[in-house]
């Protein structure tokens, strides 16, 4: 069994999909917590399905990177297999990522390497872009530039606005991510391959 903690900043739609596959007793892993760095809508999804949350907020803190210290020392304290930052809209600081480099991995709505950064779907859209999709990644110290896992293709339609395209890439990544998750727990994606030597 996979143990999985799940990052978020937001409304949760991803961990939601991810939470329900891992009620199921065939799901070859399981969320042992759900962090967030602010008090998200989303960690009610947590809270339902009664996985242990907490909250990092960096306003809290003097630097990013004491932020990111609190981050460590609560993830650390559930030793996660995965991390999974699922709409998690926080850069990790390089420290961070080196600590748990390559078990982080990040669902991000584009095909990368194409529109890394917090504007994927309007970047696609002013582009002209006929595809786009959702990519799971490992993070890195980049900005969405760690080896692509899996990805997922989305048309664009000519009358698509940011909202209606983001609409249907949520369709599609949310079975991405909870196939991608399975995949690692049974083996079939080894993320220990992407470790810097």
């Not at 991803?14 to 962090?35: C, K, S």
């Not at 306003?59 to 210290?69: H, T």
């Not at 609560?74 to 850069?91: K, S, T, Y």
Request: hydrophobic content about 45%; proline content about 6%; overall charge negative.
């Amino acid at each position: 069994m996979l143990d999985v903690l799940v990052l978020i900043s937001g409304s949760g739609s991803n961990l939601r999909a991810l939470a329900t596959a891992a009620a199921h007793e065939d799901y070859p892993a399981r969320i042992v917590a759900v962090g967030s760095d602010g008090e998200a809508s989303g960690l009610a999804h947590a809270e339902e399905f009664g996985i242990p949350s907490f909250v990092v907020d960096p306003g809290a803190f003097e630097s990013r990177e004491s932020w990111a210290d609190e981050l460590r020392a609560q993830i650390e304290a559930w030793n996660p297999d995965l991390i999974v930052c699922a709409g998690f809209m926080r850069i990790l600081p390089a420290g961070f990522v080196r600590a748990f480099a390559p078990r982080i991995i990040n669902l991000h709505p584009a095909l990368l390497p194409r529109y890394p950064g917090a504007h994927a779907v309007r970047d696609a859209l002013a582009d002209g872009a006929t595809v786009t999709g959702s990519t799971v990644h490992i993070v890195d110290e980049g900005v969405d530039t760690g080896p692509v896992l899996r990805q997922v293709e989305v048309a664009v339609a000519s009358d698509d606005t940011e909202g209606t395209l983001h609409d249907k890439i949520k369709v599609i990544e949310r079975p991405l991510l909870v196939a991608t998750v399975a995949e690692i727990a049974r083996g079939e994606i080894n993320v220990k391959e992407y470790a810097r030597a």
